[in-house]
């Protein structure tokens, strides 16, 4: 008996998700009817899924695949993703140390502590794109590269405002291998695998 077997090219893209959108395509809650959609910005395969999340007010890499198991790799413990993100002051040498060694948030209404993870200052970000956050007389800001291995619900946010340096911007720059590099927001590019 023959039979025809019918081959599934799986699809994997980068996108630079912007300020402002769910990184979802369809939405099914009410309490959400207003928000903003990435179906608003690409016409894709009905079955691409978003890899991970980035909430709301959070911007950059953003992979998206029709590959489960794809997804399941890069959602895994083993993937770094690198975060750069503009903090509320000048950022302390002990509130770097606290970030690093790992500190309490909530999770799930419960007490959790963050896996160690690299933090550093970064001095330079004519990499990250300008978009207006506040005004400077409103005080000094802070960037930093947090890059961490495990993606509880806003845990970047919920660390630093833990030290007492809340996040005013976020974006996400790194995940595992793929970079956002010289993307722009809303920009979208296929990707191997």
């Not at 996108?15 to 979802?24: H, V």
């Amino acid at each position: 008996m023959l039979y025809n077997i019918l081959v599934v090219k799986q699809q994997y893209y980068k996108i630079y998700k912007p300020y402002g959108y769910l990184s979802q395509f369809v939405n099914h809650q009410n309490k959400r009817r207003n928000k903003k959609l990435l179906s608003e910005l690409y016409d894709l395969s009905v079955n691409v899924m978003a890899v991970g999340r980035l909430d709301e007010k959070s911007e950059g890499l953003l992979l998206l695949t029709t590959d489960g198991k794809f997804s399941n790799y890069i959602t895994s413990s083993k993937i770094e993703k690198e975060y750069h993100v503009m903090v509320d002051g000048l950022i302390t040498d002990e509130a770097i140390l606290k970030l690093q060694s790992g500190v309490e948030i909530s999770v799930n209404s419960k007490p959790y502590i963050t896996k160690r993870c690299d933090v550093k200052i970064i001095r330079n970000t004519s990499h990250i794109i300008d978009r207006f956050v506040r005004d400077e007389r409103h005080g000094k800001t802070s960037w930093l590269s947090i890059i961490i291995t495990e993606g509880k619900f806003r845990q970047v946010r919920k660390m630093t405002a833990k030290v007492g340096f809340p996040t005013l911007r976020l974006v996400r720059v790194r995940i595992g291998d793929y970079k956002l590099d010289t993307m722009e927001p809303s920009n979208i590019l296929p990707i191997n695998y």
